[in-house]
């Protein structure tokens, strides 16, 4: 079946590093566009990274989050920089091709002294 195993969620200072994993299997990683979102509490889950043929991203974390794949190891990550409190959320890894579209669990990240 489909899955999309999240790993690297935690607890940081501001100014710290995370690096998220989705590790998907059931499903042709290569031909998924994916994207990484994060919901935040009591606010609406939002897109944070995209990579498909190229990247993009959210304003809010331009210059300080990378996305990237390896298509070997069915892999996509979150490399996350200079984080801030306001980077605080739930993370979800989403696959998306024509009209399938599938989710992981979503790890916690909290940025805070």
């Known amino acids: 079946q489909v899955q999309l195993v999240e790993s690297g969620g935690g607890v940081v200072q501001p100014g710290g590093s995370l690096r998220l994993s989705c590790a998907a299997s059931?499903?042709?990683?290569?031909?998924?566009?994916m994207n990484w979102y994060r919901q935040a509490p009591g606010k609406e889950r939002d897109l944070v990274a995209t990579i498909a043929g190229s990247t993009s991203y959210a304003d809010s974390v331009k210059g300080r989050f990378t996305i990237s794949r390896d298509n070997a190891k069915n892999t996509v990550y979150l490399q996350m920089n200079s984080l801030k409190p306001e980077d605080t959320a739930v993370y979800y890894c989403?696959?998306?091709?024509?009209?399938?579209?599938?989710w992981g669990q979503g790890p916690q990240v909290t940025v805070s002294s």
């Open positions: 059931g499903f042709t990683f290569r031909i998924y566009n």
């Open positions: 989403n696959a998306v091709k024509n009209n399938n579209k599938f």
